[in-house]
């Protein structure tokens, strides 16, 4: 079992950052690939970002690409977010996922991920 949770979420203007930060349970953090999803309001979840065991493979979504940066710090169980240049468009809550690795596609789909946090809000205002 894994426990993931977000922190960092909040209200910016357009045009301002944030980081968002993923803390997981446990010594095993390196055999997960993780990745970040958001979801709107009356909206489905949809993909962001995708980091794999080391961080050397990371993946964005095409709305995300160049803005955007995913890290991780495995001595720290942690997994970021950083993001920049945020527009309303990017308003929704954000989860970030762990992924034993079974999924030969990638990014993995989002039903192959293993654990989910809760959740962070970001609220971007014009």
């Known amino acids: 079992q894994v426990q993931l949770v977000e922190s960092g979420g909040g209200l910016v203007q357009a045009g301002g950052s944030l980081r968002l930060s993923c803390v997981a349970s446990?010594?095993?953090?390196?055999?997960?690939?993780m990745g970040w999803f958001r979801q709107a309001p009356g909206k489905e979840r949809v993909f962001v970002a995708f980091?794999?065991?080391?961080?050397?493979?990371?993946y964005y979504a095409d709305s995300v690409k160049g803005r955007f940066t995913i890290s991780r710090d495995n001595a720290k169980n942690t997994v970021y977010l950083q993001m920049n240049s945020l527009a309303p468009e990017d308003t929704a809550t954000y989860y970030c996922a762990a992924d034993r690795g079974r999924s030969r596609l990638i990014p993995p789909p989002l039903t192959t991920y293993d654990y989910w946090g809760q959740g962070t809000q970001v609220t971007i205002s014009s």
């Open positions: 980091i794999g065991w080391t961080g050397a493979n990371t």
């Open positions: 446990g010594r095993t953090f390196s055999s997960y690939r």
